[in-house]
């Protein structure tokens, strides 16, 4: 009987309700105008997002870093964020992350139009936690991540 209740808790544990979202700490930069997502508590750490605002309104995605996004070699990649109202699928190529020196670890770099990015945007600004799927499975918390989204989104625009 103990069996039995022990392994109904692991399946329950394992499929029950979302995993617990990834504390992320949100920032927003100038120069340049970046929106940048880092596990909280972590110094050395990838951001497990990073936009950087480019000419036009177009923004470079960096979706990292993880050790298990590709080798780095380009290979393409794809990975889809949803809030609970909006959800985005991103297409990129592996790449190693910015932080690649300390981490190990690779991201999903893409360049969004300035059309592609209103999809994005909307999941940024939902105010509910973030699911990760595709190439990579987490979630990320998202306390002060409108704010600093919209903040992205007014800077970014007027370049």
Known sequence: MRLVVAGTLVL?????????????????TKQPAELLGMPAGEEEADDVLRLTCLKGGAVQVGLGGYKSLGKGKGEPLSVTLASANASVTLKGKSTLSKNSEMTGAYELRADLAAGEVAALNSVLADGTAIRVSGAIKDAWSVKGLKAVAQGFTAGCSKK
């Open 12 to 28: 329950a544990l394992s499929f029950g309700p979302a995993a617990q979202a990834a504390d992320v700490r949100w920032t927003l």
